[in-house]
């Protein structure tokens, strides 16, 4: 049974920073894509960050130059979060696919559309207060 748990959320001021983390269980992750979604209060689920098994990363504009997604372990992934928003209030998911990527130009990468991901966590609440 595949398996993800969230941890590290909890409450910032603006300017300030968080690290979440996503270990995986219940299958081979190697091979995966994984990200990141944000589902702040009111609003729709929406990606963040995401990366492949490669290393390569696909980081939503809205976060881009402060947030980093690490592959720490082949299961476990980081979200890295500086310089935090009011706007970057809300519950992060973590979500898993094996085919959650796609070839642009010759290259791949992973993406950040939420019907690519079949397995997600329960989410983590991050709240950033000004």
């Known amino acids: 049974q595949v398996s993800l748990l969230e941890s590290g959320g909890g409450s910032a001021q603006a300017g300030g920073s968080l690290t979440l983390s996503c270990t995986a269980s219940?299958?081979?992750?190697?091979?995966?894509?994984m990200a990141w979604f944000r589902q702040a209060p009111g609003e729709e689920r929406k990606g963040v960050a995401a990366?492949?098994?490669?290393?390569?990363s696909t980081v939503a504009d809205g976060v881009k130059g402060r947030f980093i997604i690490s592959r720490v372990a082949a299961s476990t992934i980081s979200l890295e979060m500086n310089n935090l928003k009011p706007e970057d209030t809300g519950i992060y998911y973590c979500?898993?696919?094996?085919?959650?990527?796609?070839?642009?130009?010759?290259?791949?990468?992973?993406?950040?559309?939420?019907?690519?991901?079949?397995?997600w966590g329960q989410g983590t609440q991050v709240t950033v207060s000004s």
């Open positions: 979500a898993a696919d094996p085919f959650a990527s796609t070839l642009n130009g010759g290259t791949w990468s992973p993406v950040l559309s939420e019907g690519e991901y079949k397995y």
């Open positions: 219940g299958s081979t992750f190697s091979a995966f894509s």
């Open positions: 990366i492949d098994s490669e290393g390569a």
